[in-house]
DNA sequence: TTCTATGCAAACGATTTGCAGGGAG
DNA sequence: CTCCCTGCAAATCGTTTGCATAGAA
């Protein structure tokens, strides 16, 4: 099922192709993006990094993050009104976030080709995936 | 082909309704978001706001935004990274942003129907219309 | 040695909030 | 005369940036 990058040598070395360097805190980063839950903020990513590497500020988390998403590992997606989260690229979908409970639904790419065409067809817009949320109720609080 | 309220008078009559009260700085709000293109944001009206009334305050903007949005005359889209735009609830539309340039194609409801549709029975998800834009690329960016 | 990446602090843009006074009903 | 609404200032939240320095290659 997942079709990319596993283990954070893996990503690493994605960067270091691109030459950039590899260092104690882009690892601390990509450990606590592939230990954590699929989508996953900056905040709760520094947080993590935190416990094993104190020093590692805010800011690189961002800063890393930023790269991986410019070297293609790394999504970030708009779920509503909170803080962007950041996942790997390894298994593409969409995201249904619930207004109410905050849960997201992952919903395959596939659901929205209907959509993409029409778009295309009546207004010659290409819509772009897996980067917006949308938004409603899920099943227990609808 | 618009169905909601037109003047200002009519939209601050659903106020006082509800018992709200009607004061110069609501009403140079709702004036400003009449007068505004379909999709504003809470600066552009302070903006305008300012040009006859200086002294109302952007909180203010906000504050009576929110009171708008409460009585359900008008909705507030996030249309991708910058600020949130408001529109009033005549013409019932989604959003495409292009992801490039910026611009807004409104799409109409039914577009998204078979999406609905299809979060409902796969799902569970109540997909709520309106409160999201779809991001892309338009005709002139792609 | 050479530059990139980092920590820190400060700036940032959008929005919200506490408070005391002003004004609508 | 009551409260709601307002202006103001300050706070908040997520994120970015300028700077001098540590550290990877």
Redesign the interface.
């Known amino acids: 099922m997942n079709v990319g990058p596993r283990s954070p040598d893996e990503v690493l070395s994605l960067l270091r192709a691109r030459g950039d360097r590899v260092t104690t805190s882009r690892r601390a980063v990509v450990e606590a993006l592939l230990a954590g839950d699929h989508h996953v903020t900056a905040d709760e990513i520094a947080a993590r990094v935190a416990a094993d590497h104190p020093e590692v500020h805010r800011a690189t988390v961002y800063r890393t993050l930023d790269r991986l998403e410019e070297v293609g590992v790394v999504t970030h997606v ?1 779920l509503g009104h909170g803080p962007s989260t950041f996942h790997l690229n390894d298994r593409p979908h969409h995201h ?1 976030v ?2 109410s409970c905050g849960g997201v ?1 992952e ?1 395959p790419l596939a ?2 080709d ?2 993409a065409e ?2 295309r067809a ?7 995936t897996q ?9 227990t609080c ?1």
Do not use: M, T, Y
């Not at 009546?122 to 772009?128: A, R, T, V």
């Not at 917006?132 to 899920?138: D, E, W, Y």
């Open positions: 708009h249904a619930c207004s639904v919903v659901a929205l209907g959509l029409r778009l009546d207004h010659g817009f290409e819509l772009s980067h917006f949320a949308l938004s409603g109720r899920c099943r609808a």
